[in-house]
């Protein structure tokens, strides 16, 4: 923190007699270290007091639960507006199967893609829109929000392979491309290898070459 008011100080100039009487605002700092993508709660900041000229852009006192950072955070850092993501981003709704039953609506999700021996994070920190129960079992169908390319990526791993959606806390360490992700974990499908007959006692078989 008295690293960033320093830094404003150099920036803005040593304060006049009139800066003296300027009013302070209450302004977001971070407690600690915050990677990005960090789905917040609120508990992650604490309200310091600062000149309100020193910091016009920065984030005023609000409800930061459910705010997603768009990049890192040092320590002492305040949070400005252009850290937040933006809360009018476009968003698909699809529809997911698990059996993570705690789940409910509002909840934060993780989206994990497994293929063969490969699993990776494909998604991370989706919001759950809404949930259906199932009459036959106990699993249930979430609606989740997701960007329209990461809808993409889940429509187009859907038929190939084990999506398993599970609750999230965010950080989790996802694709940076889910659809480039996608597109990869699929690509050894369409690759054809080559085969050779082989006659060994009048019996017939064909191996891979290469």
């Known amino acids: 923190m008295i690293v960033c008011l320093a830094w404003l100080i150099l920036v803005q100039g040593p304060p006049s007699l009139d800066d003296n009487q300027d009013s302070l605002v209450k302004v977001w700092v971070a407690k600690k270290y915050l990677p990005g993508e960090s ?15 020193l910091v016009p852009l920065a984030v005023t006192p609000c409800d930061l639960k459910g705010k997603t950072l768009l990049g890192p955070l040092l320590e002492g850092e305040i949070l400005w507006e252009k850290d937040l993501k933006s809360d009018t981003e476009p968003q698909v709704l699809v529809t997911m199967s698990t059996d993570s039953l705690a789940l409910k609506k509002g909840d934060k999700v993780a989206v994990m893609a497994t293929k063969d021996d490969q699993t990776i994070t494909l998604l991370d920190n989706l919001t759950v829109e809404d949930i259906k129960e199932s009459q036959y079992d106990s699993s249930k169908s979430v609606l989740i929000a997701a960007k329209e390319e990461e809808a993409q990526a889940l429509n187009l791993l859907k038929p190939q392979t084990t999506l398993t959606v599970v609750p999230s806390t965010g950080g989790l360490k ?12 699929l690509k050894e499908d369409r690759i054809y290898k080559r085969k050779v007959e082989v006659i060994e006692g009048g019996v017939v078989t064909w191996h891979d070459v290469d």
């Not at 789905?39 to 000229?53: C, D, H, I, Q, R």
């Open 174 to 185: 996802k694709a940076a491309d889910p659809l480039l992700a996608a597109k990869s974990m």
């Open 39 to 53: 789905y917040l709660t609120g508990s992650e900041f604490e309200l310091k007091e600062v000149p309100a000229k």
